[in-house]
């Protein structure tokens, strides 16, 4: 029935490899219907500055502009350690996220059932792990100005950085919280630093007056974000939705991921304000992990979080659910069955590539 | 022989309990000799601002850059949540810290072996762990300015931190960085957001260049923090020494005292620069526990973390390594006879007071 303009932006490293499953799965849905995609593919990322000095070109973030959502692979490496800091890899990525108002970061942490034993944490406190973090994506130190170094002679260097927040940025972002927690187990952690930062004393305020003025039903407790890392290593289980400003969640949700044991695994959506034509988030779907290029361009990488992300794709931007759902019970049976990448393979484990994993995948949807 | 003057601020919650094992030690080396110890005490946090309207008075700060070390117990709790912004309890931390120029926060992170089994990470990763996470201390975010909460009218507010990192802060936490992996296994890992933060390429760059100039010797690693934090849960033994700013410091010492499964048990050191005339550091010595306000006043704090920061200072500031390492080894010879305080004591094992916990290791030495 409905169309959807996909941009893809497979970046560097493993992404194009991850990305060639989500072409896989995109196929796979045109030929079931009644929905229809089409895509473009750009370029971002270190491969971006190689074709054009730029990190993502004005031209690819027009069509970032115009798509109905932005499926993303991963960005970096080593090639690129020398290339002018306005123009790394990473800051591609940051652009889309800002010129898009991508605020919304969602990181769901969730235990596979089948790779529980891979967490450093004990099976029991990782065992049927569900949470997400929620973290602010335009706002804090990542895009405060100033943001500077400057030569003070002598060869003295001063470098600056800004963590800028405003009540309406916090206010949206509380919303996200509590709106997921509704549907989820309906309790929302908040996390910063009160005691030592005013972008933390701001942050709790608002986060305490958005819960008392629309969010009564749902549980709200605040935990400063050094002792609330600590409770999420201790016990993961007691939380249900974190929310917490760009660097804490930067922090937060790489431990929460790791925590899981699937690493690798897991999906991020990031999400910006409904357009008031088409009715739909601006939205990015994008893996937790990086350009990892040290398995680049050897059909090792795991393809499952790249799939899952489109699977979020299919839940946020496009009310497909029951289809995101045939995603989520799809990579769970392959992992049932034994099938592995060589990052989640315990030692001697027979493993499969790229590719292979792609196809196990859709075999059972 | 020689004589020391230590200030005791045992501030707020279980601050006092925990400080009055202090006094004991005190009073077993001055029975013991040659060195003696002399001691006043100060008010700190909450305790400070219920008698002075400040979380430090200007004479306890005088009494501070006076003494030889301090030994400091926790500050805050929820009966001080709304007093005014500068005078919270944390305040008085942060100015002694600051106004002391103690820069180098000492963290070590060890598992004792009796309670491995009380990490929530599997007993192998973190059996025999021990780490030291080295954190700048009196510069980045928490002291920055501007620091602010400006009101912009129609219910906007606007919050400001503002991290500041010079060269020379970050050298010579470098220099306390490679210093101590020397003495350890000669390995020291920075940890930073080069690709965000103008504060982490100052970081790293300078780092690497002290490195370079100062200290060939030593294996130097650079980690982004989020990952760095990740491989920290994952698999903690790959560190000897972890360096870096403030607040990361802040969340990863944090995470590297929870993974020990000590919490409540770890020590820490904060060192400012050699006195040219005393030719001792500034130095204060403060377990990295909290003020836990829930418990307080009933005997059940254990007061093995302030012991060991006791032992810290003897290390430390003193030259009695020896006595500092009588101090480990019956704090380690207590915990294998099975004594426990609640908070390490195992369901259905019988736990001892504060108190008698010190009077066990007072047995002990
Ligand atoms: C690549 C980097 C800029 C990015 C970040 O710091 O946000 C990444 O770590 C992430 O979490 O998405
Ligand atoms: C109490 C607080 C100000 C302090 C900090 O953030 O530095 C504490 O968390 C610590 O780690 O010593």
Redesign the interface.
Known sequence: MATHNLLLLPGDGIGPEVMAEVKRLIEFFNKKGPNRFVYEEGLVGGASYDADKTSISDVTMEKAKAADAIIFGSV?GPKWADVP?EA?P?AGL?RLRKDLDLYANLRPAVTYPALADAS???RE?VEGLDIMILRELTGG??F?EP???TD?GN??????????????EIERISRVAFELARKRNNKVTSME?H?????G???KEVVQQTHDREFKDVKLEHQL???G??QL???PKQFDVIVCDN??G??LS??A???TGS?GMLASASLGEVDPKTKRRKAMYEPVH?SAPDIAGKGLANPIAMIASFGMALRYSFDMGAEADLIDKAIAATLDKGIRTADIATAGEKTVSTTEMGSAILAEM
């Open positions: 970096g800091y790394r990473e940051l450093s944490l004990k406190l130190v990542y405060g943001k500077t170094i003070l060869g003295q260097k001063r470098a600056v950085d800004t963590q800028v927040y405003d009540t309406y630093k005691n030592v930062m005013k972008s004393v701001l942050w974000a050094d002792s890392g600590m290593v201790k016990n660097l804490f930067d922090m790489d431990i991921a790791m925590l690493l990086g």
